[in-house]
């Protein structure tokens, strides 16, 4: 399984955009790059993911440069209640069982 | 509520002693995992069943741990002669399998504490 590396923590402030970068030197040509997001006291949910370029939701973006040997989490215009732990995962979305495998993730927080 | 439930949301018990969790998944959902979450730390893998039949198990998943599905639907997950270790938030996480982004819809956790 390809190792993620992320940043233990960052700040921010209300309404600025946030850009977190997750590592994965080892990626393989089938695995995916996904991220999920988790409050104090509550499951992990999904936020999003992607194999190459760009892939936009309501609620992030993800890029993915060309090598895919890293990727960014850009949240625009963060507000207090974005603070939580958001992990960078990879792996192959079609292999048997697709358990998840989580990091340590990055704890955001959000300042007003 | 259509979501992933777990019963209890907390659990306090004196070390030696069994417990037992329960999770329900999303009903139309045929995976259900469980993982569990030290403090600081992701969760971590433990045990996944597809339908009634449990497919995987992770090593760190003790001969003291069992989880059945007996009928493909709620799941539970017994520890058994509890040890201090065993502290920690126990999560369930339900799915379709093939669906086209294996997003996993993850219930509250059920928190333990050995005392």
């Known amino acids: 399984l390809a190792k993620t590396t992320q940043p233990i923590s960052m700040d921010s402030y209300e309404g600025q955009e946030v850009n977190i970068t997750c590592s994965h030197n080892?990626?393989?040509?089938?695995?995916?790059i996904t991220w999920y997001q988790q409050f104090p006291s509550q499951g992990p949910r999904f936020i999003i993911q992607?194999?190459?370029t760009k892939v936009t939701n309501e609620v992030a973006s993800l890029f993915i440069p060309a090598d895919r040997k890293s990727s960014t989490l850009s949240l625009p215009r963060v507000s207090l209640s974005d603070t939580a732990v958001y992990y960078c995962?990879?792996?192959?979305?079609?292999?048997?069982?697709?358990?998840?495998?989580f990091g340590g993730g990055t704890r955001l927080m959000v300042k007003p | 509520d259509t979501g992933v439930s777990q019963d209890p949301r907390h659990k306090i018990t004196k070390r030696g002693q069994n417990v037992t969790f329960r999770c329900d998944p999303i009903?139309?959902?045929?995976?259900l995992y469980w993982y569990r979450q030290t403090l600081g730390q992701g969760p971590e893998f433990l045990t996944y069943?597809?339908?009634?039949?449990?497919?995987?198990k992770s090593r760190l998943l003790s001969d003291r741990f069992s989880a059945e599905r007996p009928k493909g639907s709620f799941s539970t997950l017994e520890i058994q002669r509890t040890e201090q270790g065993d502290s920690a938030m126990y999560l369930c996480?339900?799915?379709?399998?093939?669906?086209?982004?294996?997003?996993?819809?993850f219930g509250p956790g059920t928190r333990l504490t050995v005392l």
């Open positions: 996480a339900s799915s379709l399998a093939w669906n086209s982004y294996n997003e996993q819809f």
């Open positions: 080892n990626i393989a040509t089938n695995d995916y």
């Open positions: 992607g194999y190459k």
């Open positions: 995962l990879v792996g192959d979305i079609d292999n048997a069982g697709n358990m998840l495998t």
């Open positions: 009903s139309e959902h045929n995976r």
């Open positions: 069943f597809q339908n009634e039949a449990q497919l995987e």
